[in-house]
């Protein structure tokens, strides 16, 4: 079973920095584009960064850029997410996501897979 596990979230003081991980585990990860997502209270879901599965594409919401940086860990099937300069509107939920490449798609696999995510509250 395909499973990602997000950790590293916690209380930051504005302007402070913080690295979330996401371990994934059940399948090969160089198998999975990986992203995170964040959901702040009484919004949306929204997307934030996502890695391409050989790690050679990144991409980011315009909110996040050059605060953010996802990268992928191959040696120990992690993805992480740097943040900083932190402020209020980084308070959120914070998701991981898996999704197979196509061509790595099993039928006993769920295409795509959500953590239950890990919490950032920023404190002015």
């Known amino acids: 079973q395909v499973q990602v596990v997000e950790s590293g979230g916690g209380l930051v003081q504005s302007g402070g920095s913080l690295r979330l991980s996401c371990a994934h585990s059940?399948?090969?990860?160089?198998?999975?584009?990986m992203s995170w997502y964040r959901q702040a209270p009484g919004k949306a879901r929204e997307f934030v960064a996502g890695?391409?599965?050989?790690?050679?594409?990144?991409n980011y919401a315009d909110s996040v850029k050059v605060r953010f940086t996802i990268t992928r860990d191959y040696a120990r099937n992690t993805l992480h997410l740097q943040i900083n300069s932190l402020n209020s509107e980084a308070t959120a939920v914070y998701y991981c996501?898996?999704?197979?490449?196509?061509?790595?798609?099993?039928?006993?696999?769920?295409?795509?897979?959500w953590g239950r995510g890990t919490l950032v509250t920023v404190s002015s």
């Open positions: 059940g399948d090969t990860f160089s198998n999975y584009a």
């Open positions: 996501n898996a999704n197979v490449v196509p061509a790595f798609a099993r039928p006993e696999y769920p295409a795509d897979v």
């Open positions: 890695i391409t599965s050989n790690g050679g594409r990144t």
